[in-house]
């Protein structure tokens, strides 16, 4: 028989890749090999993202040219999941008649029981029966999801652990709560097994997932105990796993940002000084229209705290430009906001409409052009800020740690998760170490540095 081989394309976020690995995972359990490239494989997956309308659109132009090499090998399998799966799902299976399986964001764990029951059936898997994250501990440490195509492959020192899943905000541009579905928080002793098993497979760096991290335990018991439970206890309980050098952990709404894990940036060595904590847009009103839940002024307090906690905190945001309605002056006011901060990045992009959502209902859309040109202000001055920033590190020591190294050349990142190129490689270096290095140089997009 054929060696069944699989091949899987990752769309979005962080959340996804730490799917795609699960479902690589579960196909070697099942006798799978990675196949190098997508013509040879037995089996395709295209993990999807629908956060804006771009990703869905690379995802559909994809999947449209997957029809020609299905043609040449008719025992080929294609199988979509995430998000698009999970809100498109049945439309796909009608009109896509080259696709085998549609799983939705929920059955990844299940992804070879489905396998099996698409050979005889068509499975569209939908939101029903979204509310429950299995427990899920993987048995080894997999290396190789991906194989090597970028930028799919996780660093293999440094992995992402999904907490918790799904959102309960419901804000007004957001398609996220329809396809998570509700927020349900993964077991304390679940995620602590499983941290433990990567870090005992030589992983250093960890970085906590989640829609909504701050509102992790809210929804849903988390312990054996009958105690409530927040995020700043998991931070605390997690960065004591013996072995654990860097703790990262992402994503966070501003408004369930608490004094409790501010203080955890003061208090615990291994919570690195980094912070993405989107905004979304500098106007009060926008906000409200978001509903985002706070104003300017309750997140620059919480800003100021961070700071004051962990003044090397490198803080990031997502904004989104061009909202429904969205005028000059409130254009402005995310420009005032962007001055005040200083974000060292950003994530910046134009309004999408998505559909399902209640700001697709609004009237009063801005025109591709005009988001275009705030976009492009915005993104100009988070420019000349970011190298600003980057600038003020150097004659600073770091530590990094080592994604690559060879003799001509090294790179790494430091604890605030900026990337650094040192200038000369030594061969006793070696990916997954933690060296210390000078900063000699900011650019725009990375450091350069040199061996201490
Ligand atoms: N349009 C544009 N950007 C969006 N995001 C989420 N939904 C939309 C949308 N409809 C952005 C937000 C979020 C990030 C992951 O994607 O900034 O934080
Ligand atoms: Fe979407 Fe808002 Fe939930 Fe973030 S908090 S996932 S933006 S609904």
Do not use: W
């Not at 899943?165 to 077991?187: A, D, H, K, L, W």
């Not at 992790?216 to 988390?222: F, S």
């Not at 430009?321 to 006011?333: A, K, L, N």
């Not at 901060?341 to 209640?358: A, E, I, N, Q, W």
């Amino acid at each position: 028989m054929k060696q069944k081989s699989f091949y899987i394309k990752t769309f979005g976020c962080q959340m996804n890749i730490r799917d795609s690995e699960i479902m690589a995972q579960k196909l070697y359990e099942n006798g799978y090999l990675e196949s190098a490239t997508i013509e040879d494989a037995s089996l395709i997956i295209l993990n999807t993202c629908s956060v804006r309308g771009k990703a869905e659109q690379k995802f559909f132009s994809l999947l449209g040219s997957l029809r020609k090499i299905k043609k040449q090998n008719p025992g080929l399998k294609i199988c979509v999941a995430g998000c698009v799966a999970q809100q498109e799902g049945k439309k796909i299976i009608d009109r896509m008649k080259h696709v085998d399986l549609v799983i939705g964001t929920q059955h990844i764990y299940d992804i070879p029981r489905l396998l099996k029951k698409s050979e005889t059936q068509k499975t569209a898997v939908n939101l029903s029966d979204i509310y429950e994250i299995p427990p899920y501990i993987p048995k080894t440490n997999i290396s190789h999801p991906g194989s090597g195509k970028k930028p799919e492959k996780q660093f293999q020192f440094s992995r992402f652990v999904t907490i918790m899943q799904g959102c309960n905000n419901f804000c007004t541009y957001c398609v996220v709560p329809y396809t998570r579905g509700r927020e349900v928080s993964r077991n304390v002793k679940d995620i602590v097994e499983e941290i433990s098993l990567f870090v005992g497979s030589g992983v250093s760096e960890i970085t906590l997932l989640g829609q909504n991290v701050n509102s992790y335990g809210r929804t849903n018991q988390v312990t054996e105990t009958e105690l409530p439970y927040s995020f700043a206890n998991l931070i605390h309980e997690v960065s004591e796993i013996p072995g654990l050098k860097r703790l990262r952990f992402t994503t966070s709404n501003p408004k369930d940002l608490s004094d409790e894990l501010i203080d955890c940036f003061a208090r615990i060595d291994n919570l690195c000084p980094q912070f993405h904590l989107p905004v979304q847009s500098g106007s009060d009103a926008i906000l409200k229209r978001m509903k985002r839940n706070y104003t300017i002024d309750d997140y620059l307090k919480k800003v100021d705290r961070l700071v004051s906690a962990c003044p090397e905190i490198a803080l990031t945001t997502d904004m989104i430009i061009g909202f429904p309605g969205e005028t000059e002056i409130d254009f402005q006011s995310t420009m005032r906001l962007l001055e005040r901060v200083r974000f060292h990045g950003s994530f910046s992009f134009k309004y999408s409409d998505r559909p399902g959502t209640r700001a697709a209902e609004i009237d009063s859309k801005l025109s591709e052009q005009e988001k275009g040109a705030r976009l492009h202000i915005f993104q100009k001055r988070q420019d000349e800020i970011s190298l600003a920033r980057n600038r003020d590190y150097v004659g600073k020591t770091r530590t990094i740690l080592v994604e690559h190294s060879d003799p001509t050349s090294l790179m790494g990142r430091t604890s605030t998760n900026h990337i650094v190129h040192v200038e000369s490689g030594d061969k006793e270096i070696q990916a997954g170490d933690y060296i210390e290095v000078q900063i000699t140089f900011g650019g725009q997009h990375a450091l350069k540095g040199k061996l201490l």
